[in-house]
């Protein structure tokens, strides 16, 4: 029956001991059958084929009983010197010894070695013709040859154990860092796929409510004045027209991450503080005044930094629209020297209408659920280590707040030129919920 690869390398290490076995009972034998004179005990040649026949089969089997088969193959190669069987010097022994090295941890391996070499240094000292207690010089250097050489094969047969156990060792830790490294690759990768997700689900929340808030209050109010004031109508339907082209081409810039047959998307530039102007415009033209309160000099922030501030002010302009039931907010962006400080207030209905309207609560962590757009801006201030607040006015209307934390020495401060509806002043600080005059359209 043909074996396969993987069955092969299984049985291969068993099969090559069998073979190293049986070629070494063979040797053992041969010199089992013409002993050595004169020999240190006198013993049978039976004695030295069953020494010969258990050195071959504890070499056959050291790899299901290491310890066992090394004790055995020493004791055999003992009888076989004491009956002057044996012309190696404990070849078996050594052959046992390297697999305990190989598979067995290292004091144990050590502790075996050096077992081994005081009872040889007993054996060649203690037999009964080389007593250790001889004061023969000629005796002391018989006994130093004769010890020296088993020792030195033990010790060889250790070492390159030891080397294989530890060259298998590293081997297994390659293997298990490289399994980490690409364990942790998927994750980075998952990781990765999940926050593009969350950032498009975020961008796609902004884009569609704050269009189609503007596209159902110009509807309305050119269905409302279509047949009384035909030229306010045209303006609706332009509104119309030049929002959902806006929103569908930013759709498509976000969509186009997703297509699986291009390698690369095509994107256009994240939307920055600076185009806050063509958004404010168009609120206008819906016919919501919105006044722009600048503090601070305006300088240019990182780009994360700039598109979470632009899709705050996006989401609160859109609550105003859909929820707020005013002609009239105002926006502050206050720049400090380690934040991005930014206020949507509005003088509308208030908290209490717009529970009924969005189904939400003032605060939008406490349901899960409701409220997407508080959630949004929360968790893009968030993103940056800032903070975030939205709640009713004292008296009336609602406010957001949001601070979103820069680095100072990442600054720069390009030439800004003069946008429409922005005061060339700081305006003085009002009252909470007072819209500053000034600045609206």
Known sequence: MKLSAIEWRRVSPYVVD???????????????????????????????ATAAVLSGVAIALRRLAPLSMLALSFVACVV???????????????LALYIVAAVRPKRVSLSALLGLIFMLLLTFGGAPD???LENSRQQQWVFLAQSVSPAAVLCAAWAIGFAVRRQRAYVEAVRVQAQDQVRAQHELAWRTVTEERLRIARELHDVVAHSMSVITVQAG????????????????????????REALAELRQLLGVL??????????????????????????QAGTAVDVDIRGTQRALPGGVELSAYRIVQEALTNVVKHARTDRCRIRLG?????LTIEVTDDGVGAGA??????????PGAQAGHGHGLIGMRERAALHGGGFEAGPLPLRGFRVAASLPVDRGRWTEPDLPPEAGRPSEPSRPSEPGLLLEGGSA
């Open 259 to 284: 297509r699986e047959d291009s390698g690369e998307a095509v994107r256009a530039p994240a939307p920055r503080i600076a185009d806050l102007d063509e958004m404010i415009r168009r609120v206008r």
């Open 335 to 339: 720049y400090a020297d380690d934040a």
């Open 18 to 48: 069998a073979a190293v076995g049986f070629v070494l009972n063979l040797l053992l034998l041969r010199s089992a059958l013409s002993p050595l004179f004169p020999r240190a005990v006198h013993m049978p040649m039976a004695v030295g």
């Open 354 to 363: 717009r529970a009924s309207d969005q189904n939400t609560v003032t605060d």
């Open 221 to 244: 109010v050119g269905g409302h004045v279509l047949d009384t004031q035909p030229e306010q109508a045209r303006s609706a339907l332009a509104v119309i027209e030049t929002t959902g």
């Open 130 to 132: 080389r007593p250790m």
């Open 80 to 94: 076989s010197y004491l009956g002057g069987f044996q012309r190696d010097p404990f070849i078996a022994v050594g």
